[in-house]
């Protein structure tokens, strides 16, 4: 099936944008979809992605003091009540004594 040039309306910005008969070949021997964003749209969203954009969530950190040597850190969960928690130098250690503890 021979392909012909599309004109199709950006989802982005709304302006019209060609998709040659060479890019419908590519997309179609790879299984792709038509696009949906126009090639400068495309472009600044990737951009936007690879700078850390929008799609990047700051994750909570809370404050806690760690149950085995008493150091103020923070951890990226909300600490319960009655429940030990470690900083990151004394969760690793416990973490390779289990290790060696299972073998």
């Not at 590519?26 to 690879?50: G, L, Q, V």
């Amino acid at each position: 099936m021979p392909f012909e040039e599309k004109i199709l309306t950006c989802q982005g910005c709304g302006a019209e944008f060609g998709f040659s008969a060479e890019e419908q070949e590519f997309f179609a021997s790879r299984s792709y979809t038509e696009p949906k964003r126009c090639p400068s749209c495309r472009a600044a969203r990737r951009s936007e992605r690879a700078a850390g954009g929008s799609s990047v969530r700051i994750r909570a950190m809370y404050p806690a003091t760690c149950a085995a040597c008493g150091k103020e850190t923070q951890i990226p969960f909300e600490p319960k009540e009655g429940r030990p928690v470690y900083c990151r130098d004394c969760y690793m250690v416990r973490g390779s004594d289990s290790q060696s503890q299972q073998v």
